[in-house]
């Protein structure tokens, strides 16, 4: 019996990291059908349409976080492999290294330090604009609600280049067990939070015990941390200019078109069909959402092990990494997605009035395609970003463009259904044909230009 549980993990491709992982989002999966329950029971139609638009509103963070966290991960990997990292804090191996090293942590904090001010700042108002204009009649006592999802957003922000940061620096099991104690958090945090009956505060809450179990993983490596940050790198700093922002600025404007590429469609239902049908499309996105996400970890937690292998000059090893990884990865979304997809047509038939605060299941079944879709460019993203570069700059761009025109003139007369055809329509498969597309000419040339830089850099 042990053999072959052994054999299948085998197979599977579940090392420690994957596995902390995908109990972690197999905890916020039970935790978000947990909340589903709970926002059925305790919280209004109107009500779930402001939980969720809030949750849309508060992921604007993308557009001031820029994926930067990603460019962290990638620099620190790099650097990572002239290092021996000590469980005290010390640091032994290359000394330009450990000075780039400790660069790359001193400018990630400056950054979201900085960042994390102005995202306060324009957040706060804008929702409160956002709200005051075009939330329906009934009253809703949103106000404080957002307020407190501003300030945990930022919290979390603060929290979440570090941990990247770690990951990047080989502690890639270490930071998935912290993320499975982050979702063990943010589940209790949530379900409380609506249990007690201030449901409009569970968003906040669950950010903020995201950023509780962060801060508290990252005192258990503050000798590291704090040595890196009062490391003087002097002459070896590395240039954000030459370095950093070539990588940075590409991948910037992905991460900002990121959010017209989903985010977006629960704030333009609520401003145009109203709350009601905003919750729909909002709690429907958030269930298909998490499917995609599960799978994603046999991929994101590779990211570090892949700029390391790139930065070894080992391709053909991390090229055949990559496509293991995303057959085992594809097959379990398969299977979810169908398991998924006959659960919403059974809520349909048994408790439709549960299933009434979910959109219809063609409609849902469009959403389960269209991450489908997405969660295919976000893999071969993963990987060709460890070359540190952002092949997917134009697709970014295209796909978010019409994303944003076709939701725009369909939302008003087709509400939720003409948004899951554009998300289907422009993600999952426009998206998708461009980034097979882009992977395969990267493959045959812009893989040897990346290889034969490297040469000459080494």
């Not at 589940?187 to 962060?214: E, I, K």
């Not at 809520?347 to 409609?363: C, D, E, I, Q, T």
């Not at 269209?370 to 976000?378: D, E, K, L, N, V």
């Not at 761009?397 to 422009?426: E, Q």
């Amino acid at each position: 019996m042990i053999g072959a549980i052994l054999r299948l993990r085998q197979r599977l491709g579940i090392d420690g990291a994957v596995a902390y992982t995908v109990l972690a989002r197999l905890c916020q999966m039970v935790g978000s059908a947990g909340t589903v329950l709970l926002i059925f029971h305790f919280l209004s139609p109107v009500e779930q349409g402001y939980y969720y638009t809030i949750l849309g509103l508060v992921a604007l963070q993308t557009v001031f976080e820029l994926g930067f966290s990603f460019v962290v991960l990638q620099m620190a990997a790099h650097e990572r492999i002239r290092l021996v990292l000590h469980v005290d804090g010390t640091i032994d191996g290359d000394p330009i290294a450990h000075a780039r090293l400790a660069s790359i942590l001193q400018k990630t904090v400056r950054w979201y330090a900085a960042t994390a001010a102005l995202m306060w700042i324009v957040l706060l108002p804008a929702g409160i604009e956002f709200f005051s204009l075009r939330g329906p009649s009934t009253h809703v006592a949103w106000f404080g609600a957002w307020a407190m999802a501003v300030c945990a957003c930022v919290a979390m922000f603060l929290m979440d280049p570090v941990l990247s940061f770690l990951e990047g620096c080989g502690q890639v099991r270490e930071v998935a067990g912290a993320r499975f104690w982050q979702a063990v958090a943010t589940v209790g945090m949530s379900w409380t939070s609506l249990a007690t009956h201030h449901g409009l505060y569970a968003p906040a809450m669950v950010m903020f015990g995201y950023a509780g179990v962060a801060l508290a993983f990252l005192w258990t490596r503050r000798k590291l941390l704090l040595g890196l940050l009062r490391y003087a790198p002097g002459s070896h700093s590395v240039s954000w200019r030459r370095e950093v922002w070539p990588f940075q600025w590409q991948i910037a404007v992905s991460w900002f078109c990121s959010y017209f590429t989903m985010q977006i469609f629960t704030p333009l239902l609520f401003a145009f069909r109203g709350a009601v049908e905003a919750g729909q499309i909002g709690m429907s996105l958030s269930v298909a959402g998490y499917l995609p996400t599960l799978a994603l970890a046999w991929t994101s937690t590779k990211a570090a092990p892949f700029g390391q292998m790139v930065s070894r000059r080992r391709i053909a090893e991390v090229r055949n990494y990559f496509f293991r990884t995303f057959r085992q990865s594809s097959a379990v979304l398969a299977v979810m997605s169908v398991v998924c997809e006959a659960a919403v047509v059974g809520l349909h038939h048994f408790l439709p009035s549960l299933a009434g605060r979910l959109v219809a299941p063609w409609v849902f079944a469009l959403l389960i395609l269209a991450t489908g879709g997405r969660f295919a460019t976000q893999t071969m993203a993963i990987y060709l970003r460890s070359f540190k570069r952002e092949p997917f700059l134009v697709q970014s761009i295209v796909v978010a463009a019409l994303t944003l025109l076709f939701s725009i003139v369909v939302v008003r007369a087709w509400g939720s259904a003409g948004i899951a055809f554009v998300f289907l329509l422009c993600t999952g498969i426009i998206g998708a044909a461009l980034a097979v597309r882009t992977f395969h000419s990267w493959e045959i040339d812009g893989g040897v230009k990346v290889t034969g830089a490297m040469r000459s850099e080494g």
